[in-house]
C-alpha cells in the first residue's frame, strides 16, 4: 500500500506565499506522476499542478500558471507545490495524488490520494 500525507497548510493572507509538501511512502508503485488536485465545499474536486516523476514534463490549472509551481525531490520521494500571490479563492482543501502518467493525471486519472491539507487565504 501506498501512503501520501501532505503538509504546509495554513492561513495566509492575500498576495502571501505557501508551500505544500507530499511524501510518499510504503511499497513500490509504478506511478509515473504526481500533482496536486484542490476541492472546495460543494464543488468537483478540480486539478492543480502535477509533474512526471523524472521531472522532465510539468502541467497547470490554468487558474494557477505564473502563480504556483510544482517540483520534486526524488531523494525524499516528496512533491512539493510552492504557492505565491494566492488569492481568497485559492482557498480549499488541497489533495495530493499519484497517478499512472501526467497526461493522465491531468486529466483526474488518479491512483492514490492523500488525506488533504488546508489552505485559507484571507483578504
Known amino acids: 500500500q501506498v501512503q501520501l500525507v501532505e503538509s504546509g497548510g495554513g492561513l495566509v493572507q492575500a498576495g502571501g506565499s505557501l508551500r505544500l509538501s507530499c511524501a510518499a511512502s510504503?511499497?513500490?508503485?509504478?506511478?509515473?506522476?504526481m500533482g496536486w488536485f484542490r476541492q472546495a465545499p460543494g464543488k468537483e474536486r478540480e486539478f492543480v499542478a502535477a509533474?512526471?516523476?523524472?521531472?522532465?514534463?510539468?502541467a497547470y490549472a490554468d487558474s494557477v500558471k505564473g502563480r504556483f509551481t510544482i517540483s520534486r525531490d526524488s531523494a525524499k520521494n516528496t512533491v512539493y507545490l510552492q504557492m505565491n500571490s494566492l488569492k481568497p479563492e485559492d482557498t480549499t482543501v488541497y489533495y495530493c495524488?499519484?497517478?499512472?502518467?501526467?497526461?493522465?493525471?491531468?486529466?483526474?486519472?488518479?491512483?492514490?490520494w492523500g488525506k488533504g491539507t488546508l489552505v485559507t487565504v484571507s483578504s
Open positions: 495524488a499519484a497517478g499512472r502518467s501526467l497526461t493522465s493525471l491531468t486529466n483526474g486519472g488518479v491512483t492514490y
Open positions: 510504503g511499497r513500490t508503485f509504478s506511478s509515473d506522476a
Open positions: 509533474i512526471s516523476w523524472n521531472g522532465v514534463s510539468t
